[in-house]
């Protein structure tokens, strides 16, 4: 059975004005219109003609307001007649491109932006041969992917590290900035170090510090290696009134380098501002791993520039070997099959029993589910309560998580959760934050109290009254009280989108009992990998087999326009 398109309010909405504002709104532009919209709410930069007339031929509702248009070319051909329709470059509602992709027009400034921005930098520098070779022998003696990047990052003001969990991307981009500074001389350039979530930036700003401390730097290098983090939008300045950000190209950022880790969690909007307020000399390393969810927002924008690489674009440099998992981990294989799309080979590896840090269990249902997750939640958060300090109870929050690819549902994380409390604390009170040990996410940037999205807490007392404890980014813990808490959800259990950027040393995975519009081959790859020791999945082979199956792929022109060298138009 075909699934119907359900268009929101605001795609027929915006089809609508669009038709009324056009003095010759020609056939199909309705649907183009509404389609543009659609696409674009659902992660997409632009939507393909061809593509979209098999959009046309499924249910809609509501019902469209004319008749779908039957071939790609006159469609083409009628849309480019309309006022609101205009070729790439034209200030109307909709761009319409040479390859018959139909964008709004914001997602095609942004793509616009963001190829500028890269190809702008892309271009290799003069730099004396012989004294990049002695300098990359100092920091990275073995002739390897890691050396590789080195010598990328060198030689181009715009560079791409990825790689998956374990790859030493963060170790790498350690060393690159030792040798930047060394290379630099008595010219300290300013360095920047970003993440699009609090939790990602203070792991990065942990793991550069990490890193520091292994290479036994010379005081005049290790003193000038930057030792803050923040989020992108904090690193933008956001504005409290009118909302844009601080930094745009009439006031840019005053770093020199600037370091982006977990960049596929980046959106082609913020990716597109972060490039615009930068200096145009202004060095860019990304970090990341293609293979993770794209971000929550329209675009997949490392994974186009990993795509364009392939096509003879921008270079990128993909570290393949993991110094976390050796040649017998089960963690390993699975997600290489994951990733490879090879279902049925992923489900017999996952039952087989061969790899010790890889467990199946069929899902449970109803009470014996209840019953058989309480039991895992009271040994996988044990240590967790147990916790005498705050500091202790924060490092034991990255011993043990439990993930869901939903929110609602009896498999949602909303239930896990209160299953969890109920499991934990069977007397807890039901207000959460009197709950003693509760951990909470923050949902969004609270700048005055330096609380970020993705900043993970729990509430334990202070003095006698609840308080909530995070780490803090200078070393040690800190604390607020309960009633200044910004938004916040319970954190026993994470939505597999929320853990990005998070690691534990043990993961249990619930799947649900049917397939949902959200799974997908890159978000049971994120999950397993947020695994360090083990991941222990449940579910039913059928709903596992067939999210193996199904890749998300957001239509894009990014990745040919940076293959062919276009940064207009």
């Given at each position: ?73 006159h469609w083409r051909d009628s849309l480019m ?427 249990l995975l619930i799947l649900p009992d049917h ?55």
């Open positions: 059975m075909t699934e119907t398109i359900k268009l929101s309010p605001l795609d027929t909405h915006f089809a609508d004005f669009i038709v009324r504002i056009d003095r010759h709104p020609g056939n199909g532009l309705w649907w183009g219109a509404a389609l543009a919209s659609y696409f674009a709410g659902r992660g997409h930069s632009c939507t393909n003609l061809s593509e979209a007339l098999s959009a046309c031929a499924v249910p809609l509702l509501p019902i469209p307001r004319e008749p779908p248009p039957d071939d790609a070319r007649l309309c006022d609101a329709v205009g070729a790439p470059g034209a200030y109307t509602p909709l761009v319409l491109d040479p390859a018959g992709r139909l964008y709004l027009h914001r997602c095609w400034r942004y793509e616009q932006q963001v190829a500028g921005g890269i190809l702008s930098r892309a271009l290799p520098l003069e730099i004396h041969e012989i004294r990049l070779e002695a300098a990359l022998d100092r920091y990275f003696p073995a002739v390897d992917l890691q050396r590789s990047a080195a010598r990328m990052a060198l030689t181009r003001r715009f560079s791409v590290i990825s790689g998956g969990p374990g790859t030493g991307k963060t170790a790498t981009v350690a060393r690159i900035l030792a040798l930047l500074l060394e290379v630099a001389g008595d010219s300290r350039p300013e360095i920047a170090l970003a993440a699009p979530t609090g939790k990602a930036a203070l792991r990065l700003h942990q793991s550069i510090l990490h890193a520091a401390d292994r290479l036994a730097l010379p005081d005049e290098i290790r003193g000038f290696l930057p030792t803050g983090v923040c989020t992108i939008h904090r690193l933008l300045g956001v504005q409290s009134r009118g909302g844009g950000f601080r930094h745009t190209r009439d006031n840019r950022l005053p770093c020199e380098i600037l370091v982006v880790d977990e960049a596929s969690m980046v959106d082609l909007q913020l990716m597109a501002s972060l490039l615009e307020a930068l200096r145009d000399d202004a060095r860019v390393i990304l970090l990341g791993d293609r293979n993770q969810l794209a971000s929550v927002e329209a675009g997949a924008v490392l994974a186009d520039i990993c795509d364009s690489a392939v096509q003879g674009g921008v270079p990128v440099t993909q570290l393949t070997k993991s110094y976390r998992f050796g040649g017998d981990s089960g963690i390993a294989a699975l997600s290489h099959l994951i990733n490879g799309g090879e279902s049925a080979a992923a489900t017999e590896l996952l039952k087989s029993g061969e790899y010790p840090d890889i467990i199946w269990r069929p899902l449970p249902t109803g009470r014996a589910f209840e019953a058989a997750f309480s039991t895992v939640v009271r040994d996988g958060f044990a240590g967790y309560v147990r916790a005498a300090s705050p500091g202790e109870a924060l490092a034991e929050l990255g011993s043990f998580r439990v993930l869901s690819p939903l929110r609602s549902g009896p498999y949602g994380i909303e239930n896990l959760n209160r299953l969890c409390g109920a499991a934990l604390d069977p007397e807890r009170n039901n207000d959460p934050p009197s709950f003693r040990m509760m951990p909470v996410m923050i949902t969004g940037n609270n700048y005055e109290l330096g609380l970020f999205n993705g900043d993970t807490g729990v509430v334990m007392e202070s003095d006698g009254t609840p308080a909530v404890w995070f780490e803090n980014p200078e070393g040690g813990v800190r604390h607020l009280s309960t009633l200044r808490l910004p938004p916040f959800d319970t954190a026993f259990a994470l939505t597999v989108h929320k853990s990005q950027g998070s690691e534990f040393d043990r993961v397939l949902s519009e959200v799974l997908s081959r890159e978000l049971l790859y994120t999950a397993v990998t947020r695994a360090r020791r083990s991941i222990e999945i449940w579910g039913t082979e059928e709903v596992f087999r067939q999210t193996v199956d199904r890749r998300t792929v957001r239509k894009s022109g990014l990745a040919e326009r940076l293959a062919a060298g276009e940064q207009n138009g």
